[in-house]
């Protein structure tokens, strides 16, 4: 089992930088890949990155602004946001990817979400 504990969000003026953490625990070692997703109002969640080792994967809205980081010492991902603008208020949401010894035992864990909001 994976907990994970998301932190960091908050208000923040456009233009502005923020950096959301994710802690994990648990059977730690069994997770692979890690990412952020992200919900806003009105339209549909949206893949924010990926990490998978050192190989990253960024959605098309947030691609030069957003860096995904993993420090596997202490089990956590970041989320590293310059230059926010009002569209990327959302919710955000890490996951971790667990495959399991058969298909049917894979496992996606979630956070519970933190909330970023850019406004003036």
Request: hydrophobic share 30%; aromatic share 8%; charged share 15%.
């Amino acid at each position: 089992q994976v907990q994970l504990v998301e932190s960091g969000g908050g208000l923040v003026q456009p233009g502005g930088s923020l950096r959301l953490s994710c802690a994990a625990s648990g059977s730690t070692l069994s997770i692979g890949t890690m990412g952020w997703e992200r919900q806003a109002p009105g339209k549909q969640r949206e893949l924010v990155a990926t990490i998978t080792g050192v190989s990253t994967n960024y959605g098309e809205h947030v691609k030069g602004r957003f860096t995904i980081s993993r420090d596997n010492a202490k089990n956590t991902v970041y989320l590293q946001m310059n230059s926010l603008k009002p569209d990327d208020t959302a919710v955000y949401y890490c996951y971790a990817f667990v495959a399991g010894p058969v298909a049917d035992r894979h496992t996606t864990y979630w956070g519970q979400g933190t909330q970023v909001t850019v406004s003036s």
